[in-house]
């Protein structure tokens, strides 16, 4: 084996997806010394493509006896048990922190993704140097994380921070419904004939991504850039129920939607300004994450921390 001279200095964090495993490894001076992804292999599994992950990683940096993993869903941390997880939904109700350790031999720490992901722009983002902050995770799903005197708050239950079941109209619909990249997709669908002029009028409703919306709108598509203003506006009005509510001093806007930046950013900022006690959102900054996609992994990291035990 190899020994690093960063050694058990460093930090291991993996996010689970979708489709895909995310790790990053981390130094003492939170800089990413490597980052790494591969796509879920359904024959060697989640548990064992994370050993994969784990024993390449201590062969590049040497021993390290920690490690942190982020997933999307309800998670019950302290015992490692996943509770549901309607994004990976083959890890629901899973004892997944346990079956991790026994594979790997290093103790594990499972964490929310959005939680993770606030934790790593707070550590090692657009968060430092605050001392209170939200994070919303615009994504696959909605999510949101709460950080308070540089801990996440949990809530009574351990599940504060579901950003996506804010409603957002007398009619209950939840920002959920709107903004997850699903249904970005799914309301650009149902206005994809009505504008003749539109470039991803070349697309067949079925093979519209979000990915094609994004890039569309930064190449001027009106039709494009006016879904995205829409998403973002319906996030403002959320937004707005943040500020009012807890009066924080930074709002951090991640995940795959926040590819489009400007184009849902200021939209965000422009609802949220209505809507908002003016005073409570003077004193608040919205600022899109730094960490981009890999801010679950770098949370993880930093959440599991260092040490031998």
């Not at 430092?128 to 709460?146: D, I, K, Q």
């Amino acid at each position: 084996m190899v020994n690093s001279p960063i050694g058990s200095a460093i930090r291991v964090g993996i996010e689970i997806s979708s489709t895909s495993l995310n790790a990053v490894a981390i130094d003492v001076g939170d800089e990413v010394k490597r980052a790494h992804s591969v796509v879920f292999s359904d024959d060697e599994g989640v548990v064992g493509q994370i050993k994969t992950i784990v024993d390449e990683f201590r062969k590049e940096f040497g021993e390290f006896q920690r490690l942190g993993v982020a997933i999307p869903g309800l998670v019950d941390r302290e015992s490692g048990r996943v509770a549901f997880s309607a994004i990976v939904p083959t890890q629901t109700d899973v004892e997944l922190g346990k079956q991790i350790e026994a594979a790997t031999g290093v103790k594990v720490i499972i964490e929310n993704d959005a939680n993770a992901a606030a934790y790593g722009e707070y550590c090692c983002g657009s968060g430092r140097g605050s001392s209170n902050m939200f994070y919303a995770t615009l994504g696959e799903g909605v999510g949101g994380s709460f950080i308070f005197g540089g801990k996440t708050w949990h809530g009574a239950s351990g599940f504060a921070g579901e950003f996506g079941y804010v409603p957002i109209n007398s009619e209950g619909m939840r920002l959920e419904d709107v903004a997850s990249a699903a249904n970005i997709v799914r309301r650009t669908r149902a206005r994809f004939h009505q504008d003749s002029t539109s470039s991803l009028g070349r697309l067949t409703e079925e093979d519209l991504t979000l990915s094609d919306i994004i890039s569309a709108a930064q190449n001027k598509d009106d039709f494009a850039q006016m879904m995205l203003e829409r998403t973002g506006s319906y996030v403002g009005t959320a937004v707005a129920s943040v500020i009012n509510l807890l009066n924080v001093e930074l709002i951090v806007l991640g995940g795959s939607i926040m590819q489009a930046r400007h184009l849902v950013l200021k939209a965000v900022i422009e609802r949220a300004r209505e809507l908002s006690f003016e005073r409570s959102f003077a004193a608040t900054r919205i600022v899109e994450g730094e960490l981009g996609t890999n801010a679950a992994a770098i949370g993880a990291a930093s959440i599991g921390g260092f040490g031998t035990d």
